[in-house]
Structure formats: C-alpha cells, structure tokens
C-alpha cells in the first residue's frame, strides 16, 4: 500500500489554543529564556539583526513545539502553524490574544524614530 502524501495537520479551535498555550510557555523555559535574551542582545534592537540571530532562534522553539502535533520539524512547520493560527485569530478572540502575546515575545516594541527623522550632528 502506497503511502499519502503529507498532510498539513488541522487542528481545532481548542487545539489551536492548546499548541499556542505550549508554545507562549516553551518560551518561559529558563534555557530558552537565555537564548532569546542572547539572541536579543547579539541583535541590539537592529531589526536586520533581529532577523538573522532572534528569529531564527524562536523559529526553533516554536519547532519542538508544533511538531508534536503533526507539524513538520522544519521552519516550514512553524509557518504553517502560524497560518493556521492567524486564521483562527478573526474566529476566537483568546486566539488573538495569545497570538499578540506570542508576537510580543517574538518582536519587542522597538522605539519610534523621531518626528521629522532628524538627525542631530556630533
């Protein structure tokens, strides 16, 4: 019997909320808390930066999260689960909340350049 292809998993509005739950907490985890922390300050609030050492880092402890529940062990999986996530978003206001949470873990505020973007000389 010949195998099917890979499914992208589909999960629940509940389930949804459960991998999203998992995933906000696996972030608390004291190691990954140190390595995001690492990673943010490698990047000194330069989003280039922020986008070569700290996603990159959560993009791997969103993995070994997401790929419990059927998600592949890639970043592909993580994106995936993201696109399931932000379509249950409009759906389920706890889904929304815990997204903009996860956000926030993800991307800090970053401060607003100056009104006029001027730049004073030294």
Do not use: H, W
């Amino acid at each position: 019997m010949a195998s099917a292809p890979a499914q992208q998993p589909v999960l629940t509005v509940e389930q949804a909320r459960v991998v999203l739950s998992e995933v906000i907490q696996a972030f608390s985890v004291p190691e990954n808390a140190a390595r995001m922390e690492e990673a943010r300050e490698s990047a000194c609030n330069d989003m280039g930066k922020m986008l070569q050492l700290v996603l990159p880092v959560a993009t791997q402890i969103q993995q070994e999260v997401v790929k419990g529940y059927g998600f592949n062990n890639e970043g592909e999986g993580v994106l995936k689960f993201a696109r399931l996530v932000k379509m249950y978003e409009t759906q389920d206001p706890e889904i929304a909340a815990m997204s903009a949470k996860l956000k926030s873990l993800l991307l800090p505020p970053m401060s607003a350049p100056p009104i006029g973007g001027g730049i004073t000389a030294s």
